[in-house]
């Protein structure tokens, strides 16, 4: 099974990104699910399954950040994907905590950043872009032709390898070339691992404990499917 997270902050237009790459995964023939990772309020999960009739399930992260709430419930999430038998794992996450990486090694990491957020946005988003295989540029239709170019030149400043995909996030325009390169990305391995070093912190993850998995950590954990307990002394 191959795994897609996509994060960015509030507005940049992740679900419409997702939506336009779901419809083409499935017109080609792909099997796909998807989670919501969001930290009080989403309804992401409940229109894209009514649209497209895929498995979908959301999770509030409660007192963890989205990123680390990511960590812990991905691999149930992994497992609930092939048990209903998809070829794709998509996760939306929030990613609101910029200090810490979203992405799990052996998976696809994209970034949706917005053109209109200012030129300085891609020095501020940290690990979410600096880790990230491809930042997806959204928006592009309100900025000017240089503004573009400064934009760019700021995320290849910030992430000098990520591959840069400019696209029209409302009508689809420019979502080809991203499916192409969901589609030939390899499985994710049993063993997922956090991509990059967590800051220093206190509970598990953020003292640079990497496994995937919340019967991998101590503290305040939680399970896809149940609410945050403490697990441990």
């Not at 990123?67 to 794992?89: I, P, S, T, Y």
């Not at 696209?167 to 991203?178: P, Q, S």
């Not at 997922?192 to 509970?203: K, S």
């Not at 993850?205 to 954990?221: A, N, P, R, Y």
Request: charged share 25%; glycine share 10%; proline share 4%.
């Amino acid at each position: 099974m191959k795994l897609v997270i996509c994060a960015g902050t509030a507005t940049t237009g992740k679900t419409s990104v997702l939506r336009h790459l779901i419809r083409k995964l499935l017109a080609d023939g792909k099997t796909a699910a998807y989670l919501k990772i969001d930290v009080q309020y989403a309804d992401e999960d409940e229109i894209l399954s009514k649209e497209f009739g895929m498995p979908a399930k959301k999770t509030y992260s409660g007192e963890l950040c989205p990123d680390h709430c990511n960590v812990m419930v991905l691999g149930d999430a992994m497992q609930w994907a092939k048990r209903v038998g998809c070829e794709f794992l998509i996760v939306e996450t929030a990613g609101l905590c910029l200090r810490c990486s979203p992405y799990a090694d052996g998976g696809l990491g994209i970034v949706v950043l917005e053109a209109t957020s200012g030129m300085n946005l891609p020095r501020k988003v940290g690990p979410m872009l600096s880790l990230s295989d491809i930042a997806v540029v959204t928006k592009i239709d309100l900025v000017s032709q240089a503004e573009r170019e400064v934009f760019r030149a700021r995320i290849m400043e910030a992430a000098p390898k990520v591959w840069i995909k400019e696209v029209d996030a409302l009508r689809g325009i420019g979502i080809d070339a991203l499916v192409r390169r969901v589609e030939e990305m390899p499985d994710a391995g049993d063993k997922l691992m956090l991509r990059g070093n967590p800051p220093v912190g206190t509970c598990t993850i953020c003292v640079g404990k990497k496994d995937i998995g919340w019967q991998s950590h101590f503290g305040v954990v939680r399970p896809l499917e149940e609410q945050t307990f403490y697990r441990g002394e």
